[in-house]
């Protein structure tokens, strides 16, 4: 058996790195995926464009303007000077956001009076104008704290200044809220998947496109023995392919690995299990490789979307939610971020570790036992 099992081994490493293109595929794909994710996917608002309509140009509104410019959230791009030049840059998108201040801002605010200022936002956008709008509310309320503390000096004295609330806020885990160190991990999600699938549903498929599928069933081997033989070297593949996404993310984007590699690779092994489980399935129903091909990404972008890798779980409706409960890719997604970010170990993880390891068994199985028949 075992050397049966090394000739097929053998044979399926020749096949696949005897064509340049698929060693490409393999290795060089994952560390330009890391790359591309780790600098452009990137959801810190900073340098909104902002135009400054100061209606009432004084002391006041220049202060109020400075203290944007100078938060490193916003850029003063543009200078208006009237409602029809606002309504043309908010068109032609040259600004995102608009400052406005009428007329009598200082007035208002050396009589006791209320202030109004306006923002403007672009919303095509939602998440942008949404962040930004909280940039902006957080600016103006230290301007407004400002401006009591100053009448209160001025009326009586600052031995009577009124007590405050002084918060001071932490991160756990993602100490500077940086969105890389939350995207990166996610992308040993995505390869595995991507690896486990592709690989393992085209490689058997295409040994009936080109036909040596009838002359390895005359051959001694084993339904067991070929079923291994195609699914170990991509499970060597992929555990390379996460060795080589965590060393980028950890000595190139610096995300903190602050739990345990050998867990990362347990979990991984795990997820394994359901990924060569539901490529082989798909093998068995495809003919071609471009059906494999359709049939693996049918599965993998809805598996994707569910799984919490850009959108949270908990605001997906709750039907949809229950979904998700049946997404190896949701769980897979926890564990990776929890030992990355968090260090979490097997005391905390145990139960997604255990669902996902009875999901790769059971999709195992039914794949197997598939494949059993259609041979």
């Known amino acids: ?54 209606l009432d140009a004084s002391p006041a509104s220049r202060d109020l303007v400075a203290r944007f410019a ?55 956008d939602s998440n942008t104008a949404g962040i930004a709008l909280g940039y902006a509310g957080r600016i103006t309320a230290q301007f407004s704290q400002q401006v009591l503390v100053d009448r209160f000096t001025r009326a009586r004295g600052a031995e009577l200044l009124p007590a405050g609330l002084d918060l001071r806020s932490r991160a756990w885990f993602n100490e500077n809220l940086e969105s890389r160190n939350y995207m990166v991990p996610g992308v040993i999600v995505i390869v595995v998947s991507l690896m486990g699938l592709l ?12 036909g040596t599928i009838e002359q390895i069933l005359v051959t001694p081997i084993t339904p067991l023995e070929f079923i291994l033989g195609k699914t170990l070297p991509v499970a060597v593949i992929a555990f390379v392919d996460v060795t080589l996404i965590t060393l980028i993310g950890a000595f190139w984007f610096e995300v903190p690995i602050r739990g345990s590699v050998p867990l990362l690779y347990l979990a991984t092994a795990l997820y394994l299990l359901t990924t060569l489980g539901v ?31 850009s959108f949270p779980i908990a605001n997906m409706p709750v039907p949809v939610q229950w979904l998700t409960l049946a997404n190896p890719l949701a769980y897979f997604l926890i564990l990776v971020r929890s030992i990355f970010l968090q260090g979490v170990g097997p005391e905390l993880l145990w139960r997604e570790m255990l669902v996902l390891g009875i999901m790769g068994v059971v999709t195992l199985a039914l794949a197997v036992r598939r494949f059993h028949k259609t041979l």
């Not at 956001?97 to 200022?117: E, S």
């Not at 071609?288 to 799984?307: E, R």
């Open 1 to 54: 058996m075992f050397e049966r099992l090394r000739q097929m081994l053998i044979k399926e490493f020749i096949q696949v790195f005897r064509d340049p293109r698929m060693r490409f595929l393999v290795f060089a794909i994952p560390c330009i995926e890391v790359l591309v994710i780790g600098y452009a996917v990137n959801m810190d608002v900073r340098n909104i464009r902002t135009g400054v309509y100061d």
């Open 199 to 210: 690989l393992t549903s085209m490689a058997v498929v295409r040994e009936k496109e080109i």
């Open 279 to 309: 490529g082989l399935f798909i093998s068995t129903i495809s003919q071609t490789q471009q059906q494999a091909m359709m049939g693996t990404f049918f599965f993998l972008f809805p598996a994707m979307l569910l799984s919490g890798f």
């Open 70 to 124: 100078g938060s490193g959230c916003f850029q003063v791009t543009e200078q208006i000077g009237d409602d029809r030049h606002m309504r043309d840059l908010l068109d032609r998108g040259a600004v995102q956001i608009v400052l406005r201040i009428d007329h009598g801002f200082q007035g208002d605010l050396r009589g006791g009076r209320t202030a109004a200022v306006q923002i403007i936002l672009d919303g095509s």
